[in-house]
């Protein structure tokens, strides 16, 4: 079992659609979890730490569930720009290693 | 300018040859990391350096090497590249001193793409 799993999509929306991504990791231990985004052919950025309570950032919100060891984004109102590959992350144990999951894409259509 | 520069952007070599990838930062940060990337598949960790005398090997470090050579510079060496070896690569720094895991950030380099032919 790979131990960050992602949905490799892509999944395909119209402009203003609200889409949802899931994320599942294999270790309880873990304390860290991120979002980045990685457009083609570059460099992954981190889009948005994940924190217990669930946070949001404009159009943007994480949710983190440890009982199931699942994450999870919301984007809302999606825009052209949002088409890209979200990477789910979480550090390795109780270190600064973190674990890289294979991406969801997302392509946003007109 | 870049605060996560990697030379060169793109390289083409061919097997058996020795080459060396090259990450530079000026984000002042003490851990340095270097990944692979392939097509579907997440980023692997290759190496890493928490400080100038700290290495680590990562999940798939045999045919590389690393070297630390200031707080700044973490190079990646193929001793004898390989097919197999073809793939994206990024180097990333993170934050040390103070900052707890729940901050750990990485901010990444744009890339070498390395072919071996």
């Known amino acids: 079992r790979k131990e960050v799993e992602q949905d490799p999509g892509p999944f395909n929306v119209p402009e203003g659609a609200t889409v949802a991504f899931n994320c599942t990791y294999s270790?309880?231990?873990?304390?860290?979890f991120f979002w980045y985004r990685q457009d083609c052919r570059k460099e992954p950025k981190l889009l948005m730490s994940?924190?217990?309570s669930g946070n949001e950032d404009g159009r943007f919100t994480a949710q983190l569930n440890r009982a199931s060891q699942y994450i999870s984004l919301l984007i809302r109102d999606s825009k052209l720009s949002d088409s890209a590959t979200y990477l789910c992350?979480?550090?390795?144990?109780?270190?600064?290693?973190?674990?890289f999951g294979s991406g969801t894409r997302l392509l946003v259509r007109p | 300018d870049a605060d996560v520069t990697q030379t060169p952007r793109n390289r083409i070599t061919k097997t058996g040859k020795r080459i060396m990838l090259e990450c530079s930062q000026t984000?002042?940060?003490?851990?340095m990391y270097w990944y692979r990337q392939d097509p579907g598949l997440g980023l692997q960790l290759i190496y890493y350096?928490?400080?100038?005398?700290?290495?680590n090997k990562g999940e798939i470090s045999d045919g590389y090497s690393v070297s630390r050579q200031a707080q700044a510079k973490f190079s990646l060496s193929l001793e004898s590249a390989i097919p197999n070896q073809t793939a994206l690569y990024f180097c990333?720094?993170?934050?040390?001193?103070?900052?707890?895991?729940?901050?750990?950030?990485?901010?990444f380099g744009p890339g070498t793409r390395l072919l071996v032919l």
């Open positions: 992350v979480v550090n390795q144990e109780s270190s600064y290693k973190l674990i």
């Open positions: 270790n309880s231990a873990s304390q860290s």
């Open positions: 994940v924190y217990s």
């Open positions: 984000k002042g940060h003490d851990r």
């Open positions: 350096s928490f400080d100038v005398k700290d290495i």
């Open positions: 990333a720094t993170a934050a040390g001193g103070g900052a707890g895991i729940r901050q750990e950030t990485q901010y």
